[in-house]
């Protein structure tokens, strides 16, 4: 269901409700109905509450569109999206302020009330708070993007939606997709591969050097360009430093080829078996 008929379903709720109750006030009022005046005084709260929030709504539908393209030249869509949920939360906070009011609250008491409520709403959700929270970091510090390969925790996989809570990532080893919440961000270390091609790089200690090091070479970048998408920059070569001689591979690859790394190392491993260092 679209936002926009999610806010006409809500307003025809409301609208309902408030027929309704007005219906019962009014007959109260010709004393068609009977009923205690604290039942009355509570009637009249709820018919004022589902006022506020009929008037906020209808607001919201009316001026939301102006509020997300009042920003559309000075901010990107992420930072939109997060102006205009602002919007609505503070239009639904001030109808039930209003309320409060109604109901004979004084300022100070409804900002103490408000406090409590908060405080121990904040200790009840912290997770998601959390979340939220990081919702911000992601969207304005830029971590990754929707379209990134990343690896966090022990996960990996291309980030197709970026939530107020949770973010998706499809695996393309699994058919089905990982929600992770955004708190995670907070937390764990993230790996960005970036949106397209990567650069990946592995190193194989040997122990001595065949004679014909340099067939067996061959054969290895070969291989590595018959499994491998992306053909530039393929390189293989024979390096050396404080550990001693290894074998150095290096090539573009991308999340959809992330079986290519296992595969080459099977590969090192079949062509110099008799001279890897014990343990590689």
Do not use: C
């Not at 006409?8 to 009022?29: E, K």
């Not at 024979?238 to 079986?259: C, M, P, R």
Request: glycine share 6%.
């Amino acid at each position: 269901m679209s936002l926009s008929k999610k806010r006409y379903r809500r307003i025809f709720l409301l609208t309902a409700l408030l027929l309704f109750f007005g219906a019962v006030y009014y007959m109260i009022s010709k004393n068609v109905i009977r009923i205690d005046p604290i039942i009355l005084k509570i009637i009249g709260l709820f018919f004022t509450l589902i006022l506020s929030l009929l008037i906020a709504t209808i607001i919201i539908r009316l001026t939301g569109n102006k509020v997300w393209n009042m920003f559309e030249k000075e901010m990107e869509v992420e930072q939109r999206i997060i102006i205009t949920k602002l919007y609505s939360i503070s239009l639904y906070t001030i109808a039930f302020i209003i309320t409060f009011w109604k109901a004979g609250v004084s300022l100070g008491d409804i900002t103490l009330f408000v406090g409590l409520i908060a405080t121990g709403f904040a200790f009840a959700v912290r997770d998601l708070l959390l979340s939220f929270f990081a919702w911000f970091i992601i969207l304005n510090k830029k971590p990754f993007q929707m379209g990134d390969y990343i690896q966090i925790h022990e996960e990996t996989g291309l980030v197709t939606r970026i939530g107020t809570f949770f973010f998706t990532l499809e695996q393309h080893h699994h058919e089905h997709f990982l929600k992770i919440p955004n708190s995670l961000v907070l937390s764990k270390p993230i790996h960005n591969l970036g949106s397209g091609k990567y650069r990946e790089e592995i190193k194989i200690n040997i122990s001595s050097i065949p004679a014909d090091v340099q067939e067996r070479m061959t054969e290895l970048s070969t291989y590595l360009k018959s499994r491998n998408a992306f053909k530039e920059q393929i390189k293989t070569q024979l390096g050396t430093d404080e550990e001693g001689w290894h074998i150095a591979v290096s090539f573009f690859t991308s999340y959809k080829q992330e079986n290519l790394k296992p595969a080459v190392l099977m590969k090192v491993q079949e062509l110099f078996a008799e001279h890897l260092k014990f343990g590689h």
